[in-house]
C-alpha cells in the first residue's frame, strides 16, 4: 500500500514561512490535498490538487509537489495557523485514500 | 446550511457491534462520494471506507469483513456498521465528503467517539 511520510513537528517564529513535507514514492505524479486540524476540531481542507485553495482558505497557505515530496507552505505564519497538518492522495491501484501520519507546527 | 452531523457512538465491549449514522442536510448524499475516517485518541487520521454514488464501496485493510458502509437516500444519511469491534477500533469516527467523486474531502463532520472497551 501507498504511504506517505510527514515530519513529526514543525517549529516556525511568527511572521516568518513554515513548510511541511510530505513524502511518497514518486507523489509528483499524484493529487496531493493538505488538512489543517486543530485540537477537539474535525479537520478542514486547506490546499488542494497540490496548489490550489478553498474558498475562504488565505493566500498564504500554498502548496507544491514534485518527484517525491509535497509541500504545504505557510507564509507569514500566525499563531492561529498552530494546528496538526495531513497530507492525503487517493491510491489509485487500492481505491483506497491515504493519510501521512500528520506534522504538528508549533509557533514558537 | 451544508453539514454533516454523525451519531451512534459510545462505550462497546470488544466482539460487539455499534452502528453509526451521518445525516447530510444542504446536499444529496446519493449523488456523491461519502467516506468515514477515523482518529484514534492522540493518533493520526485514517482511512476507513467509502461508497461511491454508484452504490461501489472500499474498505481499509484494518475494517475489511468487519464494518459496512451503507446509506438511506430517503433519509439522505451515511450508515457504518461495525462488528467484531476491538480496542484498537476505539476512535473519533468522521464522516466525510468527496465532492463529486473527487479525490479529496471538502466537507467533514464533528464526528463522533467509539470506545471499544471491556
Known amino acids: 500500500s501507498y504511504v506517505l511520510t510527514q515530519p513529526p513537528s514543525v517549529s516556525v517564529a511568527p511572521g516568518k514561512t513554515a513548510r511541511i513535507t510530505c513524502g511518497g514514492n514518486n507523489i509528483g505524479s499524484k493529487s496531493v490535498h493538505w488538512y489543517q486540524q486543530k485540537p477537539g476540531q474535525a479537520p478542514v481542507l486547506v490546499v488542494y490538487?497540490?496548489?490550489d485553495r478553498p474558498s475562504g482558505i488565505p493566500e498564504r497557505f500554498s502548496g507544491s509537489n514534485s518527484g517525491n515530496t509535497a509541500t504545504l507552505t505557510i507564509s507569514r505564519v500566525e499563531a492561529g495557523d498552530e494546528a496538526d497538518y495531513y497530507c492525503q492522495v487517493w491510491d489509485s491501484s487500492s481505491d483506497h485514500w491515504v493519510f501521512g501520519g500528520g506534522t504538528k507546527l508549533t509557533v514558537l | 446550511e451544508v453539514q454533516l452531523v454523525e451519531s451512534g457512538g459510545g462505550l462497546v465491549q470488544p466482539g460487539g457491534s455499534l452502528r453509526l449514522s451521518c445525516a447530510a442536510s444542504?446536499?444529496?448524499?446519493?449523488?456523491?462520494?461519502m467516506s468515514w475516517v477515523r482518529q484514534a485518541p492522540g493518533k493520526g487520521l485514517e482511512w476507513v471506507s467509502v461508497?461511491?454514488?454508484?452504490?461501489?464501496?472500499y474498505y481499509a485493510d484494518s475494517v475489511k469483513g468487519r464494518f459496512t458502509i451503507s446509506r438511506d437516500n430517503s433519509k439522505n444519511t451515511l450508515y457504518l456498521q461495525m462488528n467484531s469491534l476491538r480496542a484498537e477500533d476505539t476512535a473519533v469516527y468522521y464522516c466525510?465528503?468527496?465532492?463529486?467523486?473527487?479525490?479529496?474531502?471538502?466537507?467533514w463532520g464533528r464526528g463522533t467517539l467509539v470506545t471499544v472497551s471491556s
Open positions: 461508497i461511491y454514488s454508484g452504490g461501489t464501496t
Open positions: 444542504g446536499f444529496t448524499v446519493s449523488t456523491n462520494y
Open positions: 490538487d497540490g496548489s
Open positions: 466525510a465528503r468527496n465532492a463529486g467523486g473527487l479525490d479529496f474531502f471538502d466537507l
